[in-house]
């Protein structure tokens, strides 16, 4: 992606404050925002709030180290963020949005999902590295890896039901 050289608008400034706030990555910033510039001030903003930026490979919401509950979260996310699209959102809209209305009710909570894991499973989801799967007995739906071998002794993390349809059906067509 070729970034863009030009000065920042001022909603590109709010943009920024406000994932500076939700405590996302700086090369999530500038991915979002689309210019050279958003690192600047979002380095800027950190330093004034007195704290270290967040850095690192990018996350999985799929990851097997994340608690249960933030997991869940994840899962909630990803089905508000399909929804949004299918009403006919920007993808990147519709994954700022879905965050931003998490962020106001739960930004208190002591587990809380990353915003910048967030923005690479939405992106995950974008491109079919993640899907969202129906559970057979209780019709929730959360994330799983696409690429990753479902096994039977796996749980719906809504349910607890111990063999949702999705894997019953993988595992039929391995046999």
């Known amino acids: 992606m070729q970034l863009s050289k030009k000065r920042l608008t001022s909603k590109e400034f709010a943009l920024i404050e406000e994932l500076v706030e939700w405590n996302t990555k700086i090369k999530d910033i500038v991915w979002i925002i689309g210019s050279e510039k958003a690192e600047l001030y979002a380095k800027h903003c950190y330093k004034e ?26 899962s909630a996310l ?45 992106k995950n989801i974008d491109c079919k590295i993640e899907e969202l799967v129906l559970c057979g007995a209780c019709g929730g739906q959360y994330l799983i890896s696409s690429s990753v071998a479902q096994y039977c002794n796996e749980v719906c993390l809504w349910c607890n039901h111990s063999m949702p349809m999705h894997l019953f059906s993988k595992y039929v067509n391995s046999q």
């Open 78 to 122: 990803a089905v508000e963020y399909i929804n949004a699209i299918k009403r006919g959102n920007a993808r990147n809209d519709a994954m700022l949005t879905v965050y931003r209305l998490f962020w106001k009710e739960f930004k208190n909570q002591k587990s809380i999902a990353k915003s910048s894991i967030w923005i690479s499973t939405s």
């Open 49 to 74: 709030l007195g704290i270290r930026p967040p850095n690192g490979i990018p996350g999985s919401a799929t990851a097997k180290s994340i608690k249960l509950g933030v997991r869940m979260q994840y």
